[in-house]
């Protein structure tokens, strides 16, 4: 059984910065693509970032310049690093995997989502 279990969510003031973890667990033959999303109170899950299993990443316009994906596929984790946090940022952030399982089961997963709340 696969999973997914974001973590790194918080309180931070405007400008401040985070990092999120994505760690996917389980019996993981090949982790694929694995993307960012967030959804804030009221509102529809919009997409946040992506990162191929070969390290090609995508923005949304909302976020370019101020966030990073990276990944370490030895550690099956992938980060999401936040950098001049606004409020408007403020959400729970949740990670979405393509992965093919050992049983060689193609699979996508969602987190559970981390509260990542901008305020002063």
Do not use: H
Not at 94 to 102: F, H, N, Q, R, W
Request: aromatic share 8%; net charge positive.
């Amino acid at each position: 059984q696969v999973q997914l279990a974001e973590s790194g969510g918080g309180l931070v003031q405007p400008g401040g910065s985070l990092r999120l973890s994505c760690l996917v667990s389980g019996s993981v033959a090949s982790l694929n693509a694995v993307g960012w999303y967030r959804q804030a109170s009221g509102m529809q899950r919009e997409w946040v970032a992506t990162i191929a299993s070969g390290g090609a990443t995508n923005y949304a316009d909302s976020v370019k310049g101020r966030f990073a994906v990276s990944r370490d596929n030895e550690k099956n984790t992938v980060y999401l690093q936040m950098n001049s946090l606004k409020p408007e940022d403020t959400a729970v952030y949740y990670c979405k995997a393509d992965l093919v399982s050992v049983a060689g089961r193609w699979e996508r997963l969602w987190g559970q989502g981390t509260q990542v709340t901008v305020s002063s």
